[in-house]
């Protein structure tokens, strides 16, 4: 993969690991509670016992989660990273959010609407603004997400590793066809991209 790290494997991981988590301390929690509400349950035990002060039991309590909460930061954050900084040689493009579609330029000034093309295997570079409201650029099978604002250039990077055509949409809110404000990205070889960027659409 030429040195470059996916960052949407990162992405996954995180999600993985925060939902797995999650997942495993919500069934211990409530299965300790279930089984506190029987064996605690009045008829057994009339009076409380008094337990505080225990040294172990109230650092492990903190420790622990404190642990867990700042592996899940650490892991996510690491994954960020990996989608906010682009590898060099990335390709660039610029595109334009309107209402309602989206406008794509490429370095020779090919312009195309609601279709991102890139070539398979290469780093690229969305450098994205808005011509009226905000919008928001979402290609779901690359993992990245960024808002569209008008007066303001942001940008996403992704790594298109495997041919293919995947959709992109808008996921802020814009206007009354905001639900129709959606493209495609194709995935192509690189002989068949420089091909196709050459031609007049
Ligand atoms: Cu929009």
């Not at 506190?36 to 650092?59: A, C, M, Q």
């Not at 642990?67 to 060099?88: C, E, H, K, N, Q």
């Amino acid at each position: 993969m030429n040195g470059i790290t996916n960052p949407l494997k990162n992405v996954d991981q995180a999600f993985i690991y925060i939902i797995g988590f999650s997942l495993v301390l919500l069934m211990f929690i409530t299965a300790l509670m279930i089984v506190f509400v029987f064996k605690y349950r009045r008829s057994k035990h009339p009076e409380p016992s008094d337990i505080r002060g225990n040294w172990l039991l109230e650092t492990a309590w903190t420790i622990i989660p404190t642990v867990i909460a700042l592996s899940m930061f650490y892991i996510g954050w690491s994954a960020y990273i990996g989608l906010r900084d682009v590898p060099p040689g990335a390709i660039e493009i610029d595109v334009f959010a309107q209402q309602f579609s989206w406008i794509v330029v490429y370095p020779n000034d090919k312009e195309i609407e609601n279709e991102i093309v890139v070539p398979q295997g290469k780093p690229v570079k969305i450098n994205l603004t808005s011509e009226d409201v905000l919008h928001s650029l979402f290609i779901p099978a690359f993992r990245v997400k960024v808002d569209a604002v008008k007066g303001l250039t942001s940008y996403v990077w992704f790594y298109p590793d495997k041919k293919g055509e995947y959709m992109f949409h808008c996921t802020e809110y814009c206007g009354i066809a905001h639900s129709e404000m959606n493209g495609v990205l194709r995935v192509i070889p690189e002989n068949d991209y420089e091909q196709w960027l050459e031609e007049e659409e």
